[in-house]
């Protein structure tokens, strides 16, 4: 599955509230905005909500040069750790 594929099925799993809101505060509100967290990530893409929330909340980096690399592919064991950040991060909001 791609980077942004994986985010968006893992967030919506685990029942991230809010994160069109989340997308609008910190993002859409912003003077001179176009990207969400990384640069080849645009605003307006349906994945941008689920990247800029688990980069922002460091669930998930970019590569070296900055870019995230949406249409990329992870392989398991990069899936198995965006699992266990995003979980202990829902855990210490509870």
Do not use: H, W
Request: no cysteine; hydrophobic share 45%.
């Amino acid at each position: 599955m791609t980077r942004a594929g994986v985010l968006q099925i893992l967030i919506q799993a685990v029942a991230v509230d809010n994160l069109d809101q989340y997308l609008i505060d910190n993002y859409t509100s912003k003077q001179g905005y176009y990207y969400a967290a990384f640069p080849d990530v645009l605003l307006e893409e349906p994945f941008a909500k689920y990247i800029a929330y688990a980069a922002d909340f460091n669930i998930v980096g970019g590569y070296a040069d900055g870019s995230f690399g949406p249409d990329d592919y992870m392989t398991r064991a990069q899936v198995a750790k965006v699992v266990i950040k995003l979980l202990e991060y829902k855990a210490s909001q509870s």
